[in-house]
């Protein structure tokens, strides 16, 4: 990298590099404490999820339609877990390790830039000081994944001394990768383009502009070719057709319902990281200063990075997740404004006023990965266990968000907030009201999305479905002696008399006025139903084993809280 020949790093470099790999150490520890630990958001659960649908016809069940490379990766957690707990954490615990990749490739890149073994681990402690990386990169998304590939692209084009067609067509098929994990990575292969033919555009080389564009498209074309083919089998078109026309559901629309709410997280971050982006900021600024002294490289990574940087910040639906695709690229240019300011020895002022600063930045860093190890998942795995035994693998259940990742739902409906607002809007037209009605659920995991689609269901869920724990309903009907209930029967089958505690009870009921002694069979549709004997309250359940897994309790209604504000 073109920097000033003043270093920021002059004294004992043995003793600095030995702290620096601490600081980092230390860093990655707490990125694997967070995997293990940290709440899930809603994503999560889907994305990790989406692995499970692979012999069920994938792309007939994912909604909206979009590029699943990120639920490949995801299998091996599918493989590896025994339940449904064990699952989430596998996958978390494989994108901690991919976090790691990550970072070593950021540093392979800061050195094929000119950076010295020193100033690149520096590099890396400055990205691991950015909370939307430390707080984001480990979660089970596609943008890790994703993220991994445009870096290994990049890495490719940086090494070595000249770029030649075969590098270019190797980093085309990575950004291809990475656009078959998700096509946010679109952003990716836009930056890398401009970056590799912009370069030659501006030195007014215009056939090795359009040569480097050629081989790029054909190495990106290769797997995006292969994987229509892989899942489309006899019809590949379709699969085309979803890979590039699936998202545009979301990029057109997703956005409207959020009314703009979500620029709240471009100035979230930019406030919980301010001295660290107008490090960044400010050295891509100065890079560019020096375009005409650079080397190919340099210009093409800088290209780069500020593409990626305008796409990521002006995105319509700017979640903290989303972030973590720029952090690693501006993170390269962090050290030259300290290059700069450590070269003022007319100013001695300056000349120690920001690398302090920095220093503060970089030690309260650590300060607020701690404070975040207060949220954790405890709760949501208990559910999630809990939820699980109440389910055979072949009986479903339905959240709009994916939970137990080794169970099936009766659809993948997103309940995101533009899914919320269509379901309302459609009533008994909708999805929900379809998979209420047509395949009835045997569980229903609560939270404030169902909530939100109460009005829309209510209907066929309120006398259908009784809770038995905290956040879960199970298909039936509470019973008080004497007292004549309607019980709307969701699912037909046998159905038996449990306790508060899921213990079996002894007792006769009267259906639709026959008196009878459970278990017995009912079919859906209304049926009259009265506890005649027994205890005061019993509840009437499809036949199962449900002791010790009912808990008295209201809904935790912060099972989510805090997903993006800490």
Same mark, same amino acid.
């Given at each position: 990298?073109?920097?000033?020949? $003043?270093?920021?790093?002059?004294?004992?470099?043995?003793?600095?590099?030995?702290?620096?790999?601490?600081?980092?150490?230390?860093?990655?520890?707490?990125?694997?404490?967070?995997?293990?630990?940290?709440?899930?958001? =809603?994503?999560?659960?889907?994305?990790?999820?989406?692995?499970?649908?692979?012999?069920?016809?994938?792309?007939?069940?994912?909604?909206?339609?979009?590029?699943?490379?990120?639920?490949?990766?995801?299998?091996?957690?599918?493989?590896?877990?025994?339940?449904?707990?064990?699952?989430?954490?596998? @996958?978390?615990?494989?994108?901690?390790? *991919?976090?790691?990749?990550?970072?070593?490739?950021?540093?392979?890149? @800061? &050195?094929?830039?000119?950076?010295?073994? *020193?100033?690149?681990?520096?590099?890396?402690?400055?990205?691991?000081?950015?909370?939307?990386?430390?707080? &984001?990169?480990?979660?089970?998304?596609?943008?890790?994944?994703? %993220?991994?590939?445009?870096? #290994? @692209? /990049?890495?490719?084009?940086?090494?070595?001394?000249?770029?030649?067609?075969? !590098?270019?067509?190797?980093?085309?098929?990575?950004?291809?990768?990475?656009?078959?994990?998700?096509?946010?990575?679109?952003?990716?292969?836009?930056?890398?383009?401009?970056?590799?033919?912009?370069?030659?555009?501006?030195?007014?080389?215009?056939?090795?502009?359009?040569?480097?564009?050629?081989? *790029?498209? =054909?190495?990106?074309?290769?797997?995006?070719?292969?994987?229509?083919?892989?899942?489309?089998?006899?019809?590949?078109? &379709?699969?085309?057709?979803? +890979?590039?026309?699936?998202?545009?559901?979301? #990029?057109?629309?997703?956005?409207?319902?959020?009314?703009?709410?979500?620029?709240?997280?471009?100035?979230?971050?930019?406030?919980?990281?301010?001295?660290?982006? +107008?490090?960044?900021?400010?050295? =891509?600024?100065?890079?560019? !200063?020096?375009?005409?002294?650079?080397?190919?490289?340099?210009?093409?990574?800088?290209?780069?990075?500020?593409?990626?940087?305008?796409?990521?910040?002006?995105?319509?639906?700017?979640?903290?997740?989303?972030?973590? =695709?720029?952090?690693?690229?501006?993170?390269?240019?962090? *050290?030259?404004?300290?290059?700069?300011?450590?070269? $003022?020895?007319?100013?001695?002022?300056?000349?120690?006023?920001?690398?302090? /600063?920095?220093?503060?930045?970089?030690?309260?860093?650590?300060?607020?990965?701690?404070?975040?190890?207060?949220?954790?998942?405890?709760?949501?795995?208990?559910?999630?266990? &809990?939820?699980?035994?109440?389910? !055979?693998?072949?009986?479903?259940?339905?959240?709009?968000?994916?939970?137990?990742?080794?169970?099936?739902?009766?659809?993948?409906?997103?309940?995101?907030?533009?899914?919320?607002?269509?379901?309302?809007?459609?009533?008994?037209?909708?999805?929900?009201?379809?998979?209420?009605?047509?395949?009835?659920?045997? /569980?229903?995991?609560?939270?404030?999305?169902?909530?939100?689609?109460?009005?829309?269901?209510?209907?066929?869920?309120?006398?259908?479905?009784? $809770?038995?724990?905290?956040?879960?309903? %199970?298909?039936?009907?509470? %019973?008080?002696?004497?007292?004549?209930?309607?019980?709307?029967?969701?699912?037909?089958?046998?159905? $038996?008399?449990?306790?508060?505690?899921?213990?079996?009870?002894?007792?006769?009921?009267?259906?639709?006025?026959?008196? %009878?002694?459970?278990?017995?069979?009912?079919?859906?549709?209304?049926?009259?139903?009265?506890?005649?004997?027994?205890?005061?309250?019993?509840?009437?359940?499809? /036949?199962?084993?449900?002791?010790? +897994?009912?808990?008295?309790?209201?809904?935790?209604?912060?099972?989510?809280?805090?997903?993006?504000?800490?």
């Amino acid at each position: 990298m073109d920097t000033p020949t $003043q270093h920021v790093f002059r004294i004992n470099p043995r003793r600095l590099t030995s702290l620096l790999s601490v600081s980092i150490a230390i860093k990655v520890t707490l990125i694997f404490l967070f995997a293990w630990h940290i709440h899930l958001i =809603m994503d999560e659960f889907a994305q990790l999820g989406y692995a499970k649908y692979f012999a069920y016809g994938l792309f007939d069940t994912i909604q909206p339609p979009k590029a699943v490379g990120f639920a490949v990766f995801y299998k091996l957690a599918h493989l590896i877990g025994w339940d449904a707990a064990s699952i989430i954490l596998v @996958a978390r615990m494989q994108t901690a390790l *991919l976090a790691c990749g990550t970072l070593l490739l950021v540093y392979a890149c @800061a &050195r094929a830039l000119g950076e010295t073994r *020193l100033r690149s681990l520096f590099i890396i402690l400055v990205l691991l000081c950015f909370t939307n990386f430390m707080e &984001r990169i480990f979660r089970t998304r596609a943008e890790p994944l994703a %993220l991994f590939f445009a870096l #290994a @692209a /990049v890495l490719v084009i940086l090494r070595g001394h000249s770029l030649n067609a075969r !590098k270019i067509f190797i980093a085309g098929i990575l950004s291809g990768l990475a656009f078959l994990v998700t096509q946010k990575s679109v952003f990716f292969n836009l930056a890398l383009g401009l970056g590799v033919v912009m370069d030659a555009t501006l030195r007014k080389d215009v056939i090795t502009a359009i040569v480097r564009g050629v081989y *790029l498209t =054909m190495g990106w074309l290769l797997p995006a070719i292969a994987y229509c083919f892989i899942f489309g089998g006899s019809d590949p078109l &379709r699969i085309a057709e979803s +890979l590039i026309f699936g998202p545009m559901e979301v #990029a057109a629309s997703g956005s409207e319902a959020y009314s703009g709410a979500l620029r709240v997280y471009v100035l979230q971050t930019l406030l919980d990281n301010t001295f660290l982006y +107008l490090l960044c900021f400010g050295g =891509m600024i100065m890079a560019f !200063k020096r375009w005409g002294i650079s080397n190919e490289k340099t210009r093409i990574a800088l290209i780069f990075s500020l593409v990626m940087t305008i796409l990521v910040f002006t995105h319509d639906q700017p979640w903290p997740y989303v972030f973590i =695709m720029a952090l690693p690229f501006i993170s390269l240019w962090s *050290l030259i404004p300290l290059d700069y300011f450590f070269a $003022q020895n007319d100013k001695p002022i300056l000349r120690l006023f920001f690398p302090a /600063v920095a220093t503060f930045t970089l030690l309260s860093s650590y300060f607020s990965d701690f404070t975040y190890l207060k949220i954790n998942n405890v709760r949501q795995l208990e559910m999630v266990t &809990r939820a699980e035994a109440l389910l !055979k693998p072949d009986e479903k259940y339905f959240d709009g968000i994916g939970m137990l990742p080794n169970r099936l739902e009766p659809t993948t409906l997103w309940l995101d907030t533009w899914y919320v607002l269509k379901t309302l809007q459609e009533g008994k037209e909708s999805e929900a009201w379809r998979v209420f009605t047509q395949s009835p659920p045997k /569980v229903i995991l609560w939270s404030y999305r169902l909530s939100n689609i109460h009005p829309a269901i209510a209907e066929v869920i309120d006398n259908s479905y009784v $809770q038995v724990a905290p956040n879960i309903r %199970l298909a039936g009907q509470l %019973l008080q002696i004497g007292r004549q209930e309607e019980f709307r029967v969701p699912l037909a089958g046998k159905y $038996q008399l449990y306790s508060a505690t899921g213990a079996p009870v002894s007792a006769q009921i009267k259906v639709d006025g026959m008196t %009878l002694a459970p278990p017995i069979t009912l079919s859906t549709g209304r049926q009259t139903i009265t506890l005649l004997n027994g205890p005061e309250k019993a509840l009437l359940l499809p /036949v199962g084993t449900y002791d010790g +897994l009912f808990k008295a309790g209201d809904d935790d209604n912060t099972l989510f809280a805090f997903t993006y504000n800490r």
